[in-house]
Protein backbone atom coordinates (compact mmCIF):
# COMPACT_ATOMS: atom_id res chain seq x y z
CA UNK A 1 0.00 0.00 0.00
CA UNK A 2 1.19 3.22 -0.82
CA UNK A 3 2.05 6.06 1.75
CA UNK A 4 0.79 9.34 2.13
CA UNK A 5 3.83 10.91 0.63
CA UNK A 6 3.74 8.82 -1.77
CA UNK A 7 0.35 9.52 -3.18
CA UNK A 8 1.47 13.55 -2.57
CA UNK A 9 4.29 13.32 -4.53
CA UNK A 10 2.08 11.52 -7.39
CA UNK A 11 -0.36 14.13 -7.01
CA UNK A 12 2.38 17.00 -7.20
CA UNK A 13 1.25 19.29 -10.73
CA UNK A 14 4.22 19.89 -12.21
CA UNK A 15 4.71 22.97 -15.32
CA UNK A 16 7.08 22.49 -18.22
CA UNK A 17 8.93 24.66 -20.71
CA UNK A 18 10.90 24.91 -23.42
CA UNK A 19 13.63 27.50 -23.39
CA UNK A 20 15.26 28.37 -27.10
CA UNK A 21 18.06 30.15 -27.16
CA UNK A 22 19.71 31.28 -30.75
CA UNK A 23 22.99 30.76 -31.05
CA UNK A 24 24.86 28.52 -28.07
CA UNK A 25 24.71 29.31 -24.86
CA UNK A 26 28.18 29.99 -23.15
CA UNK A 27 28.92 28.81 -19.98
CA UNK A 28 27.00 26.58 -17.68
CA UNK A 29 23.37 27.68 -18.47
CA UNK A 30 21.43 24.65 -16.93
CA UNK A 31 22.63 25.99 -13.49
CA UNK A 32 21.88 30.14 -14.17
CA UNK A 33 18.38 28.84 -15.93
CA UNK A 34 17.08 26.92 -12.45
CA UNK A 35 18.70 29.25 -10.38
CA UNK A 36 17.08 32.62 -12.21
CA UNK A 37 13.71 30.75 -11.75
CA UNK A 38 14.14 29.62 -8.40
CA UNK A 39 11.07 31.12 -6.97
CA UNK A 40 8.94 29.00 -9.01
CA UNK A 41 10.82 25.86 -7.14
CA UNK A 42 12.30 24.51 -10.53
CA UNK A 43 12.44 20.70 -10.11
CA UNK A 44 14.71 19.96 -13.49
CA UNK A 45 16.53 21.90 -16.21
CA UNK A 46 18.14 19.82 -19.15
CA UNK A 47 21.28 20.02 -20.82
CA UNK A 48 20.92 22.07 -23.57
CA UNK A 49 20.25 20.45 -26.92
CA UNK A 50 21.72 22.03 -30.05
CA UNK A 51 20.07 22.07 -33.33
CA UNK A 52 22.04 22.15 -36.83
CA UNK A 53 23.06 25.50 -38.11
CA UNK A 54 20.01 26.66 -40.69
CA UNK A 55 19.82 29.37 -42.65
CA UNK A 56 16.60 30.74 -41.07
CA UNK A 57 15.26 29.56 -38.39
CA UNK A 58 11.68 28.99 -37.75
CA UNK A 59 11.71 30.62 -34.08
CA UNK A 60 14.27 33.13 -34.71
CA UNK A 61 13.15 34.03 -38.45
CA UNK A 62 14.96 37.56 -37.84
CA UNK A 63 18.61 35.60 -37.51
CA UNK A 64 20.71 33.91 -40.48
CA UNK A 65 22.36 31.07 -40.23
CA UNK A 66 22.28 30.38 -36.70
CA UNK A 67 21.94 27.36 -34.62
CA UNK A 68 19.54 26.85 -31.76
CA UNK A 69 20.00 25.87 -27.93
CA UNK A 70 16.94 24.06 -26.29
CA UNK A 71 16.81 23.70 -22.73
CA UNK A 72 13.57 21.64 -21.20
CA UNK A 73 12.52 23.34 -17.80
CA UNK A 74 10.18 21.71 -14.92
CA UNK A 75 8.58 23.47 -11.84
CA UNK A 76 6.37 23.10 -9.74
CA UNK A 77 5.18 26.20 -9.15
CA UNK A 78 3.12 28.03 -12.10
CA UNK A 79 4.17 30.90 -13.94
CA UNK A 80 3.92 32.26 -17.45
CA UNK A 81 5.91 32.03 -20.50
CA UNK A 82 6.86 35.70 -20.79
CA UNK A 83 7.78 35.66 -16.89
CA UNK A 84 10.41 32.69 -17.96
CA UNK A 85 11.66 34.59 -20.66
CA UNK A 86 12.66 37.78 -19.31
CA UNK A 87 14.33 36.23 -16.20
CA UNK A 88 16.35 33.98 -18.45
CA UNK A 89 17.11 36.80 -20.27
CA UNK A 90 18.03 38.90 -17.67
CA UNK A 91 20.29 36.21 -15.92
CA UNK A 92 22.03 34.83 -19.10
CA UNK A 93 22.45 38.52 -20.15
CA UNK A 94 20.94 37.43 -23.26
CA UNK A 95 18.41 40.06 -25.51
CA UNK A 96 15.11 39.02 -25.43
CA UNK A 97 15.02 39.14 -29.47
CA UNK A 98 17.62 35.94 -28.40
CA UNK A 99 15.66 34.03 -26.11
CA UNK A 100 11.87 32.26 -26.64
CA UNK A 101 9.63 30.59 -24.32
CA UNK A 102 7.23 27.63 -24.61
CA UNK A 103 4.82 26.17 -21.97
CA UNK A 104 3.71 22.18 -23.03
CA UNK A 105 0.43 23.48 -24.55
CA UNK A 106 2.09 26.32 -26.97
CA UNK A 107 5.08 23.90 -27.88
CA UNK A 108 1.90 21.50 -29.41
CA UNK A 109 -0.24 24.43 -30.53
CA UNK A 110 3.33 25.29 -32.62
CA UNK A 111 4.37 21.72 -33.77
CA UNK A 112 0.59 21.34 -35.25
CA UNK A 113 0.64 24.44 -36.98
CA UNK A 114 4.17 24.03 -38.07
CA UNK A 115 4.22 20.22 -39.17
CA UNK A 116 4.04 20.81 -43.10
CA UNK A 117 7.00 23.66 -43.14
CA UNK A 118 9.36 21.44 -44.56
CA UNK A 119 9.27 21.18 -48.28
CA UNK A 120 8.90 17.43 -49.78
CA UNK A 121 10.03 18.50 -53.20
CA UNK A 122 6.63 17.92 -54.52
CA UNK A 123 5.22 20.05 -57.27
CA UNK A 124 1.28 20.55 -56.04
CA UNK A 125 0.41 22.76 -58.93
CA UNK A 126 -0.42 21.28 -61.97
CA UNK A 127 -0.65 17.68 -59.75
CA UNK A 128 -3.48 15.53 -60.81
CA UNK A 129 -5.51 14.59 -57.65
CA UNK A 130 -5.96 10.93 -56.88
CA UNK A 131 -8.42 9.48 -58.36
CA UNK A 132 -11.54 8.13 -56.18
CA UNK A 133 -15.17 7.89 -57.01
CA UNK A 134 -16.62 7.64 -53.23
CA UNK A 135 -19.49 4.65 -54.60
CA UNK A 136 -19.55 3.29 -50.99
CA UNK A 137 -20.59 6.57 -50.01
CA UNK A 138 -22.95 8.06 -53.03
CA UNK A 139 -24.30 6.35 -56.36
CA UNK A 140 -25.84 3.35 -57.47
CA UNK A 141 -24.15 0.98 -55.13
CA UNK A 142 -24.89 3.11 -52.02
CA UNK A 143 -28.51 3.52 -53.03
CA UNK A 144 -29.13 -0.06 -53.44
CA UNK A 145 -27.67 -0.82 -50.45
CA UNK A 146 -29.90 2.35 -48.76
CA UNK A 147 -33.24 1.15 -50.25
CA UNK A 148 -32.24 -2.53 -49.67
CA UNK A 149 -31.88 -1.72 -45.26
CA UNK A 150 -35.03 0.42 -45.54
CA UNK A 151 -37.36 -3.09 -47.12
CA UNK A 152 -36.16 -5.23 -44.32
CA UNK A 153 -37.52 -2.63 -41.53
CA UNK A 154 -40.88 -3.05 -40.30
CA UNK A 155 -42.83 0.39 -39.21
CA UNK A 156 -46.11 -0.50 -37.13
CA UNK A 157 -48.09 1.97 -35.39
CA UNK A 158 -47.57 1.52 -31.77
CA UNK A 159 -50.60 1.96 -29.48
CA UNK A 160 -50.22 4.33 -25.95
CA UNK A 161 -51.84 4.19 -22.91
CA UNK A 162 -53.30 7.22 -21.84
CA UNK A 163 -55.82 8.73 -18.65
CA UNK A 164 -58.92 8.26 -21.12
CA UNK A 165 -58.06 4.36 -21.01
CA UNK A 166 -60.91 4.11 -18.40
CA UNK A 167 -63.41 6.42 -20.29
CA UNK A 168 -63.27 4.77 -23.19
CA UNK A 169 -62.32 1.53 -23.29
CA UNK A 170 -60.30 -0.51 -26.16
CA UNK A 171 -63.01 -2.04 -27.34
CA UNK A 172 -65.26 0.83 -27.78
CA UNK A 173 -62.71 2.92 -29.57
CA UNK A 174 -62.11 -0.05 -31.83
CA UNK A 175 -66.33 -0.29 -32.64
CA UNK A 176 -66.53 3.28 -33.44
CA UNK A 177 -63.33 3.39 -35.55
CA UNK A 178 -65.38 0.40 -37.24
CA UNK A 179 -68.63 2.79 -37.54
CA UNK A 180 -67.08 5.49 -38.84
CA UNK A 181 -65.76 3.92 -41.73
CA UNK A 182 -68.69 2.51 -42.77
CA UNK A 183 -70.22 5.54 -42.72
CA UNK A 184 -67.97 6.96 -44.61
CA UNK A 185 -68.09 4.67 -47.43
CA UNK A 186 -72.25 5.16 -47.36
CA UNK A 187 -71.49 8.41 -48.16
CA UNK A 188 -72.31 9.99 -45.03
CA UNK A 189 -69.92 12.26 -43.49
CA UNK A 190 -68.08 11.49 -40.31
CA UNK A 191 -70.24 13.05 -37.73
CA UNK A 192 -73.28 11.38 -39.26
CA UNK A 193 -75.37 13.12 -41.28
CA UNK A 194 -76.26 12.22 -45.01
CA UNK A 195 -74.48 13.45 -47.74
CA UNK A 196 -76.15 16.64 -48.89
CA UNK A 197 -77.41 16.11 -52.15
CA UNK A 198 -76.85 19.10 -54.88
CA UNK A 199 -79.55 20.31 -56.58
CA UNK A 200 -80.35 19.57 -60.02
CA UNK A 201 -79.65 22.75 -62.56
CA UNK A 202 -83.16 24.01 -64.38
CA UNK A 203 -85.69 22.19 -61.88
CA UNK A 204 -88.32 23.66 -60.86
Known amino acids: ?5 QYLSESTKVYEFKVKIAGDCPGDCSSKIKAALAQFHVASVSSGKSTPIQERQAEFPEHK ?3 MTIFDVTAHYPATS ?14 LNNVKVKNQFEELEYEI ?3 HDEKSGKALLGTDYEQTNHQDVVGDKRKMS ?5 SKEKHEGKEYSGVNDEL ?3 AAKV ?10 KAG ?14 GAK
Open 1 to 5: MKSFK
Open 82 to 95: KQVRDMVSERLGIS
Open 188 to 201: KSVVGSSKVKLPTV
Open 65 to 67: NVN
Open 113 to 115: NHE
Open 146 to 150: FLASI
Open 168 to 170: FPK
Open 175 to 184: KAQAEMATET
